[in-house]
């Protein structure tokens, strides 16, 4: 790996850490926290990606250490935007909204599983009350559990797939041609 | 010795353990043992709020705020448990799940960052590692403020965060997209400074002050590990 990948890792951890304050500046219900992790595997691929991940959880992980078993979320996250950007679906938000879409229905079926059996759907707030909403409508456990995590993942991915989307068309080419990822996924290569 | 003292693996070993063995042995006593002992640990000599990412709290002993800070932060879990499950999977769940905070709330507030790395480094890992880990840790501050220099220059701008969803995913992508850019140009900068210093990932470095490691404690850390296997072969056995 060279220096640049290595240094485009923590700083892609660093921007899906960061990103909460431009979350709060504009109170929607985000986390954002995935990224950096689609970043860096769209500029630099799969490997780039999932150390960005396992990084970001690690880190995540001191200030809140909640986030460790969702460690595997990160992982899968980083798998399907290689394939995303594989298939350059980064070149428009028409194709990236879409994707990202896709992505919010994997991640909250990986995630429901752990939320479950380690936290008993309490990860956060917010997916506690969509999951209490859940029970309400008569879903059973796991399927309130599914849903509270549905609620949370599926704007939030979107919306992920969206910012990389913009910041890939964003970088100038001769930046961009520097990550080996970059112009494929956005559909120049 | 207190925990300060301790070398970080064996700090990580101790805060990995509790977990461990709260998930392991039968709710509820075994995860009232694991809470009380995590808890009491937070009270350890050596810890510093500042670590934890607690602030400054005036008037307040060091300990009590790592262990305020972990009650604070098991607080909510266990009001959201109690929304969802029945007083028994209440209990059972949270004192869990406050065995985990407690536990990486303690270890966070007596583990600089830097103690790890050399502890690692000294250990045989690569410089990739050590690397990787530190310059994660020291940028999240770093951009976070720098995020909050962007939020405030565009709102000078007049950027309006408030609105329609519409409105404010237009405004998000204002806010995130100068962070984000700018964080990518610097990437160049800094591999030509980390190249320009020798920088070859997988090389080995040599530690400034690599932590003791003493065989006590290396002892220990393996006792952990056969406790924790142990615990989980009796349960296993006990449940069949």
């Known amino acids: ?189 | 010795m207190t925990g300060g003292r301790l070398h970080p693996f064996t700090l990580l070993a101790i805060a990995g353990t509790l977990p461990a063995l709260a998930w392991i042995l039968p709710a509820p006593a075994g995860g009232a043992v694991t809470t009380a002992v995590a808890l009491v640990l937070t009270l350890t000599p050596g810890a510093s709020p500042g670590l934890a990412g607690t602030g400054s709290s005036p008037g307040w002993r060091p300990g009590l705020v790592v262990l305020r800070t972990a009650v604070l932060t098991a607080a909510p879990f266990w009001l959201f448990l109690l929304l969802l499950h029945d007083v028994p999977s209440t209990i059972a769940i949270g004192l869990r799940l406050t065995t985990m905070i407690a536990s990486v709330v303690w270890v966070g507030a007596l583990l600089p960052p830097g103690r790890l790395v050399e502890a690692m480094v000294a250990a045989g890992w690569g410089v990739t590692a050590a690397y990787l880990f530190a310059a994660a840790l020291s940028a999240v501050p770093l951009l976070k403020a720098r995020a909050q220099r962007i939020v405030d220059a565009q709102r000078c701008r007049g950027l309006s965060p408030r609105g329609g969803l519409g409105r404010r995913l237009r405004a998000l992508r204002a806010l995130a997209l100068p962070l984000v850019l700018s964080v990518l140009h610097e990437v160049d900068e800094r591999a030509l400074a980390l190249e320009t210093r020798g920088f070859v990932p997988g090389a080995r470095r040599t530690p400034l002050a690599p932590p003791r490691d003493a065989t006590a404690e290396r002892v220990g850390r393996w006792l952990l590990l056969v406790g924790c296997a142990a615990a989980l072969a009796w349960r296993l056995a006990w449940r069949g």
Request: charged share 10%; aromatic share 8%.
């Open chain 1, 1 to 189: 790996m060279s220096v640049r990948l290595l240094v485009l890792i923590p700083a892609a951890a660093a921007i899906s850490l960061a990103l909460s304050a431009a979350v709060d500046a504009v109170a929607l219900p985000l986390f954002l926290d995935t990224t950096g992790t689609v970043l860096a595997t769209a500029l630099a691929g799969p490997g780039a990606g999932i150390a960005t991940g396992v990084l970001t959880s690690a880190v995540n992980t001191l200030r809140n250490p909640t986030f460790w078993p969702f460690v595997v979320v990160q992982v899968i996250v980083a798998l399907y935007a290689w394939l995303a950007a594989r298939g350059g679906l980064f070149r428009s938000l028409k194709t990236a909204v879409p994707a990202g879409l896709g992505l919010g229905v994997l991640a909250a079926a990986t995630s429901t599983p752990i939320s479950y059996v380690v936290f008993g759907c309490t990860t956060t707030g917010g997916i506690a009350l969509t999951t209490a909403l859940g029970r309400a409508l008569g879903l059973p456990p796991l399927g309130a559990c599914f849903f509270g995590s549905f609620v949370a993942d599926f704007g939030d991915k979107a919306v992920t797939f969206a910012l990389v989307t913009s910041v890939l068309h964003a970088l100038p080419r001769r930046t961009a041609a520097r990550f080996p990822w970059a112009l494929r996924a956005v559909g120049a290569a």
